[in-house]
């Protein structure tokens, strides 16, 4: 439209791949900010602390105790979310208040037939690194590939079993994470939870409409259109998706059509360690900080889908980072967000902007 | 089922305002918290600090200078996220790059219509009282009156040109809230933002289904059980609803199919007062703070809906509030939370018990 400019003019963009709506209201950056500031993310983390229940060789809280780990590290969660065997609540005695069970195992079948080995814990918690004072844009790219070689064993071992296998990463205390020591957590479960069924979804109504898979159409046109790239290499791209709701929000798009973390080959595991130290290094050097995100894998359902076409899918990570500003403000995602619609304060295409200009150095150890 | 324990054991929710799901795993609060304490509650604003620009008299970023005002006071936001005029985007141009305004009104042909009256701006604040270190729950029943006919007054002003009106409090700094004076916020749109539309779908589908609203349905229901019931009157009822996310999340209901704000009775108006003093004085008395929240209205959409059957629509306001376990734990909703559902640590019915059981009477006018 005549006299519209994107980054000053306000507007919705449409996700389609969650089928709502986002309000870009890229003016509000010059408004001040009087409000809460955030306390400083804590960098002064002691590489090793007997007392720490992640590091090697220390007791966690039920008595066991960790083995003296050089790599990767994957335990059952202390205090899980999802247990394996939870009773079944009654079927509800009402539309307006239905229950299901979430649990072991989606087949209720299941449940009765006594040889079948027990499902594994639902739970996990991975340890990428044996310091505490790691994390993943600091490590060695055959350190960042053992974390993803292990995610794709956790995606085949659990997605046996059940049909959603959620591997994420809370990362900084900001982000709910009580723990500096560089892990992740996976939590399986026998239901295909919200953010699933919403992409199957409209992954599978775009197949249908397009003919070809929606993540894959997308990606190709951002290879091009380059305004919202972060980063890219020969098999991976990162952008700041056209619809991206936290301010550097990025979502990482493999180019072939893979559809699961364990389907990734030798070469494209290589690649996806370097596309990731490159996006995580720009990420600390926006604020020169450790950057808060979550961050979580999402893929074809396995358990009893397994045998199902999803080729509708394409494997991605989604990256929801608070900060806003600077290292101590973030953006608050409350009342307005909450009770009608995200809503944010700058452009996507500023933000992919702002990422790209920044080295691929990190700044802990760019020379002084 | 045998052997399952509403408070004790994992199961899912069905939540059919928004036709998604919860995970809710009770035992986790056994689960030790070592992770970020929030920042204290503010507790010793000032009453009165000419520098604040919601103060009476005092003088906005703009230049203006607030009334001396000695009830509610309304103005347009100085940095609005929807602003009445901006141009509009053109139309995308791949159906994985739409955009649309988001702005004035609704009908294209109003904006060349040019003897029309400008629309009102669509992004206010309004102050609850003169005193900065005043709460809702600190007023007196005629002050909070004045609140409720002042939102109602502003659900028709702007109900007349927008469809949606979302008001909207957010309160503490824990919730985005850049300035302890009282106060709510108006951001009207040209669209139905997400949430909108979702309850719009749910309740319209509900009453095509049985014959009922929604939430009418609902609410005879809640007042039979009682599990869930925070407060009563005649005219309200306050849930933790069967399918909350936050923790001490509620729902305020009318009795009476009342669909929106400005069709309330002078006698619901007073009830209304009552009933919202006596809830927020349990909040605050729950961690005896100052209960942070985000809360807001949803009505049947105005504008150009006006003239439509919104019969399916009930008006109620929601409550979120983010406290856990503490006046300094908040629930963190992450990672899992944020890439696949959901998910609380204690049960609807454990936090309404609690609620309920609190005394009606604020714990900073209880005699000591
Ligand atoms: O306009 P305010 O109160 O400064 O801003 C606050 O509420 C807005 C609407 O919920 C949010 O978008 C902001 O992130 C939050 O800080
Ligand atoms: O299990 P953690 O890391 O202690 O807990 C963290 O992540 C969970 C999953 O996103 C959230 O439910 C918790 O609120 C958060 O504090």
Redesign the interface.
Same mark, same amino acid.
């Given at each position: 439209?005549?006299?519209?400019? @994107?980054r000053e003019? +306000?507007?919705?963009?449409?996700n389609?791949l969650r089928d709502?709506?986002v309000?870009?209201?890229a003016?509000?950056m010059?408004?001040?900010?009087?409000?809460?500031g955030e306390?400083p993310v804590q960098e002064d983390v002691p590489r090793y602390d007997p007392s720490n229940p992640l590091c090697p060789g220390a007791t966690r809280?039920n008595g066991k105790v960790n083995p003296e780990y050089e790599s990767t590290f994957v335990f059952d969660n202390d205090?899980?979310?999802?247990?394996p065997d939870?009773?079944?609540?009654?079927v509800?005695d009402?539309? @307006?208040?239905?229950?299901?069970?979430?649990?072991g195992v989606w087949v209720p079948e299941h449940r009765v037939c006594s040889h079948r080995t027990p499902p594994p814990s639902p739970s996990k918690v991975m340890c990428f690194h044996p310091w505490s004072d790691m994390t993943l844009p600091l490590m060695a790219l055959p350190e960042i590939r053992a974390v993803i070689d292990k995610w794709a064993e956790l995606a085949v071992e659990l997605g046996a079993t059940y049909p959603?296998v959620?591997i994420?990463?809370?990362k900084g205390? #900001? #982000?709910?994470?009580?723990?500096p020591h560089p892990h992740c +957590?996976v939590?399986a479960?026998n239901?295909l939870?919200?953010?699933?069924r919403l992409e199957d979804r409209t992954q599978r109504e775009h197949l249908q409409a397009?003919g070809q898979p %929606?993540l894959l159409?997308?990606g190709r %046109?951002e290879a091009q259109r380059k305004e919202r790239l972060v980063v890219e290499n020969t098999d991976w791209l990162v952008v700041v998706p056209?619809w991206a709701v936290w301010p550097f929000q990025t979502l990482l798009l493999p180019r072939r059509h893979v559809t699961q973390l364990q389907d990734l080959s030798a070469d494209e595991r290589d690649s996806l360690a370097s596309i990731m130290k490159r996006l995580l290094t720009k990420y600390d050097n926006l604020f020169e900080v450790s950057f808060p995100y979550? #961050?979580?894998w999402?893929g074809a359902p396995t358990g009893s889908h397994l045998g199902e076409d999803c080729g509708h899918w394409l494997l991605h990570a989604?990256y929801?980072p608070p900060l806003l500003r600077s290292a101590s403000v973030r953006k608050?995602m409350?009342?307005?967000e909450? %009770?009608?619609?995200?809503?944010r304060d700058l452009t996507p295409e500023q933000a992919a902007q702002r990422l790209r200009s920044l080295p691929e150095e990190h700044y802990r150890t760019r020379a002084q």
């Open positions: 439209g005549a006299g519209f400019v @994107l003019h +306000q507007h919705i963009r449409y389609p709502d709506w309000l870009v209201s003016h509000r010059k408004r001040p900010w009087q409000g809460q306390k809280a205090f899980p979310a999802l247990e939870a009773p079944e609540p009654s509800g009402h539309p @307006l208040f239905r229950s299901a069970s979430a649990q959603w959620q994420f990463e809370n205390a #900001m #982000m709910g994470c009580s723990n +957590q939590w479960s239901f939870p919200n953010e699933a397009r %929606l159409e997308y %046109l056209y979550s #961050m979580g999402h989604h929801y608050f409350v009342g307005y909450m %009770l009608a619609q995200a809503q």
